[in-house]
């Protein structure tokens, strides 16, 4: 009698917390494998290899199995820019702008300038803050505006001396 060979097909995911692998297992020879990666939040897919050489960009990989063989799913964490300014231009400073991995924690921290007072901290038109330190974790790019206010000086005025004319608009 004659019986067919049969493989252990391996994949693991590069890094392991990037994504979730179905498919592999042993295969009879010429049996067809589909190895899937489903991405898990926060990465994407970039290919699937065997003995570090890309076989496929896809995150389902079909192949008819002649050996056993161990597949690779590389995956990459997103990053997101975050911008940050001031509004009104100099009337204050924001630190903690830049790039940022997903799921990791951004934190913006304002100081206003002499003659302004911070107002508060929004993203795309919406208040998000209004403390003068704002920590979030990120899981998208954004566009932080810190909002400044002038201070109102008390101004005081007097003519000197007292009988030497009058003061207006004080």
């Not at 004659?2 to 990037?18: D, H, K, R």
């Not at 231009?89 to 924001?94: A, L, M, N, Q, W």
């Not at 002499?114 to 998000?128: A, H, I, M, Q, R």
Request: charged residues 15%.
């Amino acid at each position: 009698s004659f019986e067919l060979n049969s493989y252990e097909i391996t994949a693991t995911a590069n890094p392991e917390a990037g994504c979730n692998i179905t498919g592999a297992g042993t295969y009879n020879h010429f049996e067809t494998c589909t190895l899937t990666a489903t991405v898990n939040e926060g990465y994407h897919f970039i290919n699937w290899t065997k003995d570090g050489e890309e076989v496929s960009t896809e995150t389902t990989y079909s192949f008819t199995v002649t050996e056993a063989a161990a597949y690779v799913a590389n995956v990459e964490i997103n990053s997101y820019e975050i911008i940050a300014t001031v509004n009104p231009e100099e009337s204050g400073v924001i630190t903690g702008a830049g790039t940022y991995n997903h799921g990791t924690t951004c934190t913006l921290t304002v100081v206003a300038n002499p003659g302004y007072s911070f107002l508060n901290g929004t993203k795309d038109g919406e208040e998000v803050s209004t403390t003068e330190t704002f920590s979030f974790v990120v899981t998208e790019a954004g566009h932080y505006v810190a909002n400044f206010e002038i201070v109102g000086d008390n101004v005081t005025v007097a003519s000197n001396p007292e009988e030497g004319g009058t003061v207006t608009g004080g």
